[in-house]
């Protein structure tokens, strides 16, 4: 099952944020997808990214999950995209990510994507440095944070961002799905 037809079977409310969202071309700049250890936080942060590029959008301006730009996404081939883990979020790497996205895009989307994933994992002086580039956004940037306790990140980067829930499937749905 690819994440579209999951969210929208098993998380019908994200699903229908996202798909208003997109449709209407009302995108943040900022998201926080957060969800329950184990739940798909990560496949859903990677398919905003990649409904943001799609050469092969829906109806609803949602990702097909299989062009080349989706496919680029997901192997992190995508020039104007960054993956990074939150523990491995050092000052430098914020640096990087800053410098690196106040360049012009390269792709022909023009829309420059990073996403950091588990950022309460990442250490307070490098979201601090995080923290100005959020607050002064770029249209064309789209920062989408995955959590799994978002009462662990800094309120001010909460505050600043598009909060996304996937409500917690219990086991006992999981076995009989």
Same mark, same amino acid.
């Given at each position: 099952?690819?994440?579209?037809?999951?969210?929208?079977?098993?998380?019908?409310?994200?699903?229908?944020?996202?798909?208003?969202?997109?449709?209407?071309?009302?995108?943040?700049?900022?998201?926080?997808?957060? &969800?329950? $250890?184990?739940?798909? @936080?990560?496949?859903?942060?990677?398919?905003?990214?990649? /409904? #943001?590029?799609? =050469?092969? !959008?829906?109806?609803?301006?949602?990702?097909?999950?299989?062009?080349?730009?989706?496919?680029?996404?997901?192997?992190?081939?995508?020039?104007?995209?960054?993956?990074?883990?939150?523990?491995?979020?050092?000052?430098?790497?914020?640096?990087?990510?800053?410098?690196?996205?106040?360049?012009?895009?390269?792709?022909?989307? &023009?829309? $420059?994507?990073?996403? @950091?994933?588990?950022?309460?994992?990442?250490?307070?002086? /490098? #979201?601090?440095? =995080?923290? !100005?580039?959020?607050?002064?956004?770029?249209?064309?940037?789209?920062?989408?944070?995955?959590?799994?306790?978002?009462?662990?990140?800094?309120?001010?980067?909460?505050?600043?961002?598009?909060?996304?829930?996937?409500?917690?499937?219990?086991?006992?749905?999981?076995?009989?799905?």
């Amino acid at each position: 099952m690819n994440t579209k037809q999951y969210l929208l079977e098993k998380q019908h409310i994200v699903y229908e944020v996202l798909k208003n969202s997109f449709k209407k071309s009302k995108t943040s700049h900022a998201y926080i997808v957060s &969800g329950s $250890k184990g739940s798909p @936080i990560l496949e859903t942060a990677l398919f905003m990214a990649q /409904s #943001l590029v799609c =050469l092969n !959008k829906d109806e609803n301006n949602l990702a097909c999950e299989e062009c080349i730009n989706c496919q680029k996404i997901k192997n992190n081939g995508y020039a104007d995209y960054k993956f990074v883990l939150g523990e491995s979020l050092k000052t430098d790497a914020t640096l990087s990510i800053q410098h690196e996205f106040n360049k012009s895009a390269m792709e022909q989307e &023009g829309v $420059k994507i990073y996403i @950091i994933h588990l950022i309460e994992k990442a250490p307070v002086s /490098s #979201l601090n440095k =995080l923290l !100005k580039f959020i607050e002064e956004p770029n249209s064309n940037i789209v920062a989408i944070f995955t959590s799994n306790s978002v009462s662990n990140i800094l309120p001010t980067i909460v505050s600043r961002c598009q909060t996304i829930t996937l409500k917690e499937m219990y086991k006992k749905k999981l076995i009989l799905d």
